[in-house]
Every structure is written in C-alpha cells, then in structure tokens.
C-alpha cells in the first residue's frame, strides 16, 4: 500500500480519489497558513482546480519529496512555477473541434486499454474538452499523449528528479468510472496509479537489507 | 487603474481571465487566503467567481458585507452557503451540452434583458451557456433576473445592503478562462461594464509570459 496526501482548495476536487486496498488517501485543506508535512507520503496528488498559488508556496517542499523518490500527480493548469522541470501554458490558438490526442511514448504501458477516443471527444460529441493549453516538458521526459499539433498533453518525467512527475496539461484524471467511463480517463488513472504503486514498492524493496 | 477586485482561490482560470491583456488593466487578483477590508477597499467592486473558496468566504463575511455598505457592487457566480450569502443554492446536474443535442432548449428560459449585465447582449446564448444549480430561496428584497424552465432561480439582485449585491449560477469567468465557450467575451464584457464602468473591447487572448511564473501579483503576501 501506498500513502497519498491530496491537496483541496474548498471546491470538492479531491471525491474522486478513494482509498483502496492499494492506496490510502489523505487530505490536506489550504489555509492562509498552508505547510503540509509530506514526509509520511508517497503520491502528493494535486487534483483539478487546484490552488497554485499555495503550491508555489511549497516548491521546495516538493522538490525535496521528489528528490527523496516520491511521485506527484498533477492533472490541473499550473501557472505557479511549483512542478520541477516542466511547465503549463495555457493557449487558446487553436480551435477545440480540431483537438485530437495521440499516443507518443509510452514505456511503461500506461495507455494499455485506454480509448484516445474518449479524450477525443466527451459523451455528447464536443471535441476540446478535456485539457487547455499544453506542457513544455522538461528534457528527457516522457510524452505520453500529444495533440494535434504535435504539443505535450500528458507527461512522465523521471529524469528531472530521482522521482516521478506524472502532468496533464490540466485535463482532470481521476475514478471517473461512476459516470459509466470504463475505458478513458479512469483506465489511464488506474494505469498510473498501478505504476507508481509497483515503482514504490519496487523502490522499497531496494532498500530492505539483504 | 484597477477597479474589480477578482476573488482569487489559486484556480487557474480565475488567473487567466485577471491577467487576459484585455482585462488587468481592470481586475486585481485577491487571494482569498489575504482577503481583509484594507485589501479592498480602494476598488469599486468585486467578483467573486465559481470555484471559490466558501469555508474562506464564509470566515471573511464581514469584510464583504462592510464592502457592500460602502455602497459598492459584489457579483457572485456559480455555488454558494448560506454561511456567508442569505440565500440557498441547490446543485442541479450540469448541461453544457444543450446546444449540440437540443439547441432551442438552453436551460435558461426567462431573462430580464433590462438589466444592465444582459441589455446589451445580442443572442441569447450570450446570456446562457450552462448552469451549475439554481437557488431555492433569495433575500427577501432580491429582484429575479434569470429563471430556468422550471421556473427556478438562477439569477438575483438586491440592495438591502447599500451597494448592490447580484449573484447567479452562472460561471462566466472560469469558462471564460478556461477558454473552450469562445463567445463569453459578450458576458464578461458587459458584466465588467457595469461594475466598473469601462466595457473591455476585443478579443480574449491569452499572455504565455504569464505561465510559469515565480510570484502572482496580489497573492505576493501568500507566497513571501
């Protein structure tokens, strides 16, 4: 099991994490004082809707728990300059009936059964809906999925730290599967979740004295 | 001179749409975590957007309603408690797909286009494009602005408190940051018109300079 610490601004952004077997979410609240203890955790999750300025209050916090091997999720528009290495930017240059989402590199199979389709286009037929903007990823960094125009959508980077940075270019991810999403967004989520818990316990393993 | 103070939960769209070229002349973020009276005083209204912090508000209610005395203008949007606001909003599933599967049938049915905020908007999509809930009870002095076909409350205003205090369910800002509803420039521009008196013009376009910034001017206390 894994300890995940999700970070909640007061607009319900943190219901679609619930603890499992597999991993047990915690949740902190911002406050003007906003100072969470990270070292109990192996996965900061920062959910859509995020409050950036609290967490470029915290960079350095952060870094440190990446530094120490520790994975951050971030599917939300980060303008603050809180994410090591790589960074969003929000455009509205292109028309979203042209968005499409392609599959780049994908080393660790986590785009194994996940429809693009359904990034593509929301249930009712809108195209351009799930992220804005794109992520100028940091070098060496995966590229998982990319746009029409060739732009970072979702990203892995494991160079930029000794641990694991996993962007969208704010397109919400999360167990979505209540709304009948099997195969989209909730099977990528299950993915990533599934490989930061084996690289933990992986990871874990190396450690424990022969 | 910035003239609206633009309640600031660190969300990104709330920073697009406060630091849009078109608009930061005009919108000053305040971050709701450094929200006090001394920190709004000098403007002449505030927003306070969808995906704002209502524990946050909720602590800070007096220095809101002493902004109202003073004679000033609050707009809020999308959700709120009855914590802080004398009125009751309910969630209602969300529709923003209306025009692709039936586009006669917006879920705003009745509009006062007298009002100031909609007189001047030339299609009625501009005045409607989703909601997020309705309210079940106003102020009791509340004039109703917007209703949906069931005849609920979406959009109300009153001046039981000395300035004008207008809310709705609407979420103009994070959609108009956000950026996927291309035409809420229509909206925003005349909801800033009357708040401020100076109507915006052009196109919304976005400022990458802004992105991946080290310090957010108006959260600076935050952040030291």
Known sequence: ?210 | MKKIGLIFNGVWSHYAVATAPKYRDLYELIYIHDLNYAAIQHLDALLIPFQSHQPALEQRKEDLYRFLADGKKIAVFGDSTPLWLDAQWEDRPVNNYWWVTDPNSPPISETDYTHPVYAGLAKPRYACWHIHGVYTRTPDRAAIIQRNDAGEIITWQTEQYGGVLFASTLDPIVEHGVQQIRHLDNYVDSLTAWLCGTKPEGRFALDPECYGVDSVAGAEMATA
């Open chain 1, 1 to 210: 099991m894994i300890k995940a610490l999700v970070v909640s601004n007061g607009i319900g952004g943190a219901a679609y994490y619930k603890s499992s077997d597999e991993i047990r979410y915690d949740l902190v609240e911002v406050t003007r004082d906003f100072d969470p203890d990270l070292t109990p955790y192996d996965l900061l999750v920062v959910p859509n809707g995020c409050d950036h300025v609290a967490m470029l209050k915290i960079r350095d916090q952060v870094r440190a728990f990446l530094d120490a091997g520790n994975a951050v999720l971030c599917c939300d528009g980060w303008f603050t300059n809180w994410v090591p290495g790589n960074r969003w930017i929000h455009d509205n240059s292109k028309a979203t009936k042209d968005v499409r989402h392609f599959a780049k590199t994908d080393r660790h199979d986590l785009l194994k059964g996940v429809d693009l389709t359904k990034f593509d286009f929301e249930p009712h037929g809108m195209s351009g809906w799930w992220a804005c903007g794109y992520i100028a990823a940091a070098p060496g960094a995966d590229v998982l999925i990319e746009d029409t125009w060739q732009r970072a959508i979702v990203v892995l980077d494991e160079t930029t730290t000794a641990g694991a940075i996993f962007l969208t270019a704010s397109g919400p991810l999360g167990d979505f599967s209540f709304y009948g999403d099997a195969d989209g967004i909730s099977q990528l989520f299950k993915n990533v979740l599934h490989f930061l818990i084996t690289r933990k316990t992986a990871s874990t393993q190396e450690l424990q004295p022969a």
